[in-house]
């Protein structure tokens, strides 16, 4: 595995998420909040990254659901990884990137990265699924590992 200048590891962790719409750690825009065609926001689902040999530096991830069931109502950061990147134009569409890095490292293990709240379209269900992109320890050497979600339907 090739190591990638300390400048350059929020560039790596970062570059899938900052080839997209700006990016905010806001939630998203409830625009049919007074329609009454969502639901309340979901319990949170909890996004973890397991990385057994070696601390977490940054990630990206890609959360996957189904835009026409569930649309994302919020990202909540986890007290490690406290500013995530994504873009909350994105939170309907069914594809959303999640990135963020930190400078003091994360113990090797399972993390949790961010807890995610979403709100059901008509009272409908989606699928969960979370795609890994990217893992780096802080030194920006590549990092084998695995991203998933706490649980596999929402809302």
Do not use: K, N, W
């Not at 560039?11 to 009454?36: F, I």
């Not at 569930?70 to 995530?84: C, D, G, M, T, Y």
């Amino acid at each position: 595995m090739s190591r990638l200048p300390a400048s350059l590891l929020l560039l790596a962790c970062l570059g899938c998420a900052a080839s997209r719409e700006s990016a905010t750690v806001e939630s998203a825009p409830r625009t049919d909040r007074d329609t009454g065609l969502a639901a309340p926001a979901s319990d949170p689902v909890d996004i973890t990254v397991d990385t057994p040999d070696a601390p977490l530096g940054c990630y990206t991830v890609v959360i996957l659901f189904d835009p026409a069931a569930v649309q994302i109502a919020a990202i909540e950061p986890s007290p490690e990884f406290r500013a995530p990147d994504y873009s909350e134009h994105t939170f309907h569409t069914g594809e959303v990137v999640l990135s963020a890095y930190q400078l003091q490292p994360a113990p090797p293990g399972r993390i949790l990265v961010a807890r995610i709240r979403f709100e059901s379209l008509h009272g409908g269900q989606s699928r969960l699924d979370v795609r890994l992109e990217s893992l780096y320890d802080p030194d920006g050497v590549p990092l084998r590992g695995r991203a998933q979600p706490s649980r596999t339907r929402v809302p």
